[in-house]
């Protein structure tokens, strides 16, 4: 279906001799009306589109029109017209609202390609029967099974069944049992834990690294490299070795590709995952523990194989003099986690790091320091903070924190980035072939004209914005943000600023040909540092390794524009099941807890109700739906929670109490969102009141 999509997308010739499916999948869309011909080829009317469903817990959809362009936005699909269609599903869909709406309406018009072979439901007493609601649009199945069978079953009861005749295929669990989170998660994007035996047996019959075996190799064992990693990692990607004197900075990345080959059942199974996925207590590896946690590991003490870029800087400015990718042995002096090496920067002492280390690391942070000075004339530096969670022997909630990015993050990251900035200017350097420059970039386009506009409308409204137009230039845009941050830091609105400045950006990609990276300022960029983890550096190291080498890739470069669209779209279900998750143990914990109040900011609205994210220990950052209740966002409120779906993992409930605001600029922005065109003698009146019932309101 990909390569048919990417045929279309050029223009089938009216004459063509297609393969059968592909004539089928043609007749069909002729029958729809959908095609049109231009210079004797079919390509698709404007007014429809061909793509990947998704499906929301709210019970709607959305259609991922494919190949994914720059810039276009998925067409929302509602419930009634989705035409059964399910997650995964490739359909045709039609265009229903006109360019003037916000949101691009859509229905289903045809299921071309049905990806889901099964869906998870939940067993439901209905009029004395049982049937099976499926999860996470809860569509009622008929279940292929006796009724007296089906009754003996506990309630809440998961099933895994065929979508077409209702037949169970599996029995999963149970929805009151902690564990059912984990591989609820994994079955709604059809991912499993274990691996396939052939891959397991290539994983186990690797053999450690001996010197005398690679002696092709550039020996690095010598230098005291380190890897600064979370304190519960297995997977060591990366390790680091500076050596001041002679401005040379060496980053080994694990050499990945010596050992999943292409097309080998390691490689199958590595493209089927492309990226590993990262729960509280366990992550689910994308390649069998014996290479993502032992050999391809840069383990303490351990020689590795390593693609080591080796970098020259200037002295004075830090600026890359000249840059070497070698096929490198390496052993790691010392395993550091980030608390230790953010105790040592702050304190100039440790008992723990081995002396080699420490002027090397002192060395190290003040060159980061100065990249991350340099880089930041030109990129964005927004207030990051990830979610912690952490869970009890049972699974189940124990607390939540969040995580800023520290010294330690940074020394690493901008070391991560220079290794990614040379990777990307290596796949634009000349070759013989026209393709020499295609590969995998990670791109992020500039923000829309429109998200720029509606961006410094809402800034202008929180105060944060003093002029009257928005920035027309991506210079002016730079200049612009740094503006906004500066005030918002003194306003007390750093994080709300940064995060509506995020919003109004695209989202990062994998493509086969570059456009740079706008929010890090980079005019090429690739991911080349994590291949234990992400399939998109595994097939990158090859691509370098070719050139370097001269030697060619079997159907690399036909099938790279394919392969990125397929990694991008993978990146962004696993960020998905990781949220699930996330959400499942919230859910889980408040219905233990239902009629308890807690403290919370409204962030959004949904369907007119207002989202509040909690802001208690240990539900920071679990979202609740207000129902028949009224609010603006960035409002502190209490909410009182009603009820609690664990199949969905929606938490409702009510407002019960408006915290008084002393912040100024919310107060204004607050009596700005609750008016409707007054004048301006009306606007302050109302501002007044708005402002007197705030402070008056008490808890009911």
């Known amino acids: 279906m990909t390569e048919f999509i990417y045929l279309l997308k050029e223009g089938i010739f009216t004459d063509s001799k297609l393969p059968s499916p592909f004539m089928d999948i043609l007749e069909t869309l002729k029958q729809f009306d959908a095609l049109t011909t231009k210079k004797q080829r079919y390509i698709l009317k404007k007014s429809y589109c061909i793509g990947k469903i998704e499906l929301t817990k709210e019970g709607y959809g959305f259609i991922t029109p494919l190949p994914k362009i720059h810039n276009q936005p998925d067409?929302?699909?509602?419930?009634?017209?989705?035409?059964?269609?399910?997650?995964?599903?490739?359909?045709?869909?039609?265009?229903?609202?006109?360019?003037?709406?916000?949101?691009?309406?859509?229905?289903?018009?045809?299921?071309?390609?049905?990806?889901?072979?099964?869906?998870?439901?939940?067993?439901?007493?209905?009029?004395?029967?049982?049937?099976?609601?499926?999860?996470?649009?809860?569509?009622?199945?008929?279940?292929?099974?006796?009724?007296?069978?089906?009754?003996?079953?506990?309630?809440?009861?998961?099933?895994?069944?065929?979508?077409?005749?209702?037949e169970i295929l599996e029995i999963l669990g149970t929805l009151d049992d902690p564990n059912i989170d984990e591989i609820l998660s994994l079955n709604l994007y059809q991912r499993q834990e274990s691996f396939s035996l052939q891959a397991e047996i290539q994983a186990q019959n690797t053999?450690?690294?001996?010197?005398?075996?690679?002696?092709?190799?550039?020996?690095?064992?010598?230098?005291?490299?380190?890897?600064?990693?979370?304190?519960?990692?297995?997977?060591?990607?990366?390790?680091?070795?500076?050596?001041?004197?002679?401005?040379?900075?060496?980053?080994?990345?694990?050499?990945?590709?010596?050992?999943?080959?292409?097309?080998?059942?390691?490689?199958?199974?590595?493209?089927?995952?492309?990226?590993?996925?990262?729960?509280?207590?366990?992550?689910?590896?994308?390649?069998?523990?014996?290479?993502?946690?032992?050999?391809?590991?840069?383990?303490?003490?351990?020689?590795?194989?390593?693609?080591?870029?080796?970098?020259?800087?200037?002295?004075?400015t830090k600026a890359i003099l000249h840059t070497e990718l070698l096929h490198a042995l390496i052993k790691v002096k010392q395993k550091l986690n980030y608390e230790e090496v953010d105790e040592f920067l702050q304190t100039k002492q440790s008992s723990v790091i081995k002396h080699p280390l420490k002027p090397m690391l002192l060395e190290l942070n003040a060159l980061a320091q100065t990249l991350r000075k340099?880089?930041?004339?030109?990129?964005?530096?927004?207030?990051?903070?990830?979610?912690?969670?952490?869970?009890?022997?049972?699974?189940?909630?124990?607390?939540?924190?969040?995580?800023?990015?520290?010294?330690?993050?940074?020394?690493?990251?901008?070391?991560?980035?220079?290794?990614?900035?040379?990777?990307?200017?290596?796949?634009?350097?000349?070759?013989?072939?026209?393709?020499?420059?295609?590969?995998?970039?990670?791109?992020?386009?500039?923000?829309?004209?429109?998200?720029?506009?509606?961006?410094?409308?809402?800034?202008?409204?929180?105060?944060?914005?003093?002029?009257?137009?928005?920035?027309?230039?991506?210079?002016?845009?730079?200049?612009?943000?740094?503006?906004?941050?500066?005030?918002?830091?003194?306003?007390?609105?750093?994080?709300?600023a940064d995060k509506l400045v995020i919003k109004s950006m695209e989202q990062a990609s994998y493509t086969s040909h570059n456009i740079g990276h706008f929010g890090l300022g980079f005019d090429a960029y690739s991911h080349f540092t994590s291949p234990i983890r992400r399939y998109s550096d595994l097939l990158l190291h090859r691509i370098l390794k070719e050139k370097i080498t001269l030697t060619q890739m079997p159907n690399s470069k036909e099938s790279l524009p394919i392969l990125c669209e397929d990694l991008s779209q993978k990146e962004r279900e696993v960020t998905k099941i990781e949220q699930d998750f996330q959400d499942r143990k919230f859910a889980r914990y408040l219905f233990k807890h239902i009629g308890q109040s807690y403290e919370g900011i409204i962030h959004s609205q949904n369907n007119q109700n207002p989202i509040v994210a909690l802001s208690s220990y240990p539900l920071i950052g679990a979202r609740v739906i207000s129902l028949k209740s009224c609010g603006t966002k960035y409002q502190r409120v209490r909410i009182q929670i009603l009820e609690v779906n664990l199949a969905t993992a929606k938490i409702y409930g009510k407002i019960i109490e408006y915290f008084n605001e002393d912040n100024k600029q919310l107060l204004n922005y607050f009596s700005q969102k609750t008016q409707k065109k007054p004048s301006k003698l009306k606007a302050k009146q109302k501002a007044k009141q708005f402002i007197k019932n705030i402070k008056t309101r008490k808890r009911k």
């Open 374 to 496: 340099k880089r930041l004339q030109i990129g964005f530096d927004f207030l990051g903070d990830s979610l912690e969670l952490e869970l009890d022997k049972n699974t189940e909630l124990k607390s939540a924190s969040l995580k800023f990015q520290t010294l330690s993050h940074q020394l690493v990251e901008e070391c991560m980035l220079l290794a990614n900035i040379q990777s990307a200017k290596m796949l634009q350097q000349k070759a013989s072939n026209k393709d020499s420059t295609l590969g995998i970039y990670r791109i992020h386009p500039k923000p829309k004209p429109q998200n720029i506009k509606a961006l410094f409308l809402e800034l202008k409204m929180l105060g944060l914005w003093k002029h009257n137009a928005a920035p027309k230039t991506i210079e002016s845009f730079h200049k612009a943000i740094l503006e906004v941050q500066k005030l918002s830091k003194k306003a007390k609105l750093a994080i709300e």
């Open 75 to 166: 067409w929302l699909i509602e419930k009634k017209l989705l035409k059964n269609a399910n997650k995964g599903d490739i359909a045709l869909a039609q265009i229903l609202t006109k360019k003037s709406h916000k949101k691009t309406k859509a229905k289903v018009l045809t299921i071309l390609e049905s990806k889901e072979q099964n869906v998870i439901a939940y067993l439901e007493k209905y009029q004395l029967n049982c049937i099976a609601i499926s999860i996470p649009n809860e569509i009622s199945y008929k279940i292929k099974a006796p009724q007296k069978s089906l009754k003996t079953l506990p309630k809440g009861t998961l099933l895994k069944l065929n979508p077409k005749n209702g």
């Open 207 to 316: 053999k450690e690294v001996k010197i005398k075996d690679f002696k092709e190799r550039i020996n690095l064992t010598h230098l005291p490299f380190c890897t600064i990693d979370p304190k519960n990692a297995k997977d060591h990607d990366d390790a680091i070795f500076y050596d001041s004197t002679s401005s040379l900075l060496y980053i080994a990345i694990a050499d990945v590709s010596h050992y999943v080959t292409p097309n080998s059942p390691l490689d199958i199974e590595a493209k089927n995952r492309s990226f590993s996925i990262y729960f509280p207590h366990k992550s689910i590896p994308m390649l069998p523990p014996a290479l993502s946690e032992n050999l391809c590991s840069l383990r303490e003490g351990k020689v590795r194989l390593a693609m080591t870029f080796k970098m020259r800087l200037h002295k004075r």
